[in-house]
């Protein structure tokens, strides 16, 4: 059993006097490729982690949900009857799950419980999506609901959406959700068609943490959903998914030097993706790593999201051995990189990242060396710990 899951079975029963029913997981998630995508429609790559975000949890008789955060030392409660309050923290997450499940006329019943992640916040792994999937998911187990894992997906977007405010696509909540072990999952963000995507043989995805971090709603990620949205009105399409590199070209003379770069970040992003699948498929290695540093590229230059210090990590990667491509992966501003590595290079790739990422920034590196796995899930406790 995973460490985190021990952690709070143990602490629930010292807490609570007894062991929960329920233990609950939802995986943070790292993306191959198909960055800032989702919310124009477009295509990405995700995949699941074993990092993930647990709770120990068992029903109560009555409409409260008491919750205990061992990453924050501190508890929250919450009557279902009332209406719910916007707080800052990780409560507001709590709060913004039980608001939308109640917009969408779930009949809910109380729990309580106790939760612990090993998902890093704030390094664009989706820490936050894990906890709102992980909080769906045990609503929908005390209060009798089956679990559909892309409802699920759709409520937990809404929740950042509209409670938290941040103006995310679809792909964080759905590959915490439907993950697949072993698999990279090919989303259309606008259909949320799925398809899995077996990682190439010999290849190792790596995450190499900047240990820079940045806040989503302050951040300008609100901003850049913003410019696309605009960007695709000045186009003539209900989403940039839609636009061709030759219609931006066309009416790029309409269109602000900003406005364009964000357009074509997007639209050529959407066809890096479709080439990196392709890729995937039929082991061509050498092609998925340069689409990615192409698409690295892209979101430095012309969507401008990467940071010194990703770019110093990028840079880093790319001359370390065995590395066939690597770029900014999730929200950018600080945060991840991720890295296409050769397996038999994997622990010299590695040293070499340590070493010249502490030479250009004087700091360590949080280093990650992926295993897909599955989306969230119900787990049985331990009887014997």
Known sequence: MNKIAIKVQQAFEKRFGSSPTHLIRAPGRVNLIGEHTDYSGGFVTPLALEEAHWIAARPREDQTVILHSLDYDDSTKVNLTEP????????????????????????????????????????????????????????????????????????????????????????????????????????????????????????RIIILDTKTRRGLVDSHYNERHSQCKEASAILGKNMLRDATLSNLEAQAAEMEPLLYRRAKHVISENERVLQAVKAMRSDDHQLLGQLMQDSHISLRDDFEVSSSALDEMVECALTAPGCLGARMTGAGFGGCAVALVTVEKEDEFVNSIRECYLKKMSLQPNIISCTPADGASRHDPLTEL
């Open 84 to 203: 719910q309050l916007q707080l800052k923290g990780w409560q507001n997450y709590l709060n913004g799950v039980v608001w939308v499940l109640k917009e969408e006329n779930w009949p809910l019943s109380g729990w309580e419980g106790v939760m612990s992640g090993d998902v890093p916040q704030g390094a664009g792994l989706s820490s936050s999506a894990a906890l709102e999937t992980a909080l769906i998911r045990a609503f929908a187990e005390f209060s009798g609901f089956t679990w559909l894992p892309k409802i699920a997906a759709k409520l937990a977007q809404r929740a950042e959406n509209e409670w938290v405010g941040v103006s995310c696509g679809i792909m964080d909540q759905l590959i915490s959700a439907c993950g697949v072990s072993g698999h990279a999952l090919f989303i259309d963000c606008r259909n949320l068609d799925i398809q899995h995507v077996p990682l190439p043989e010999g290849l």
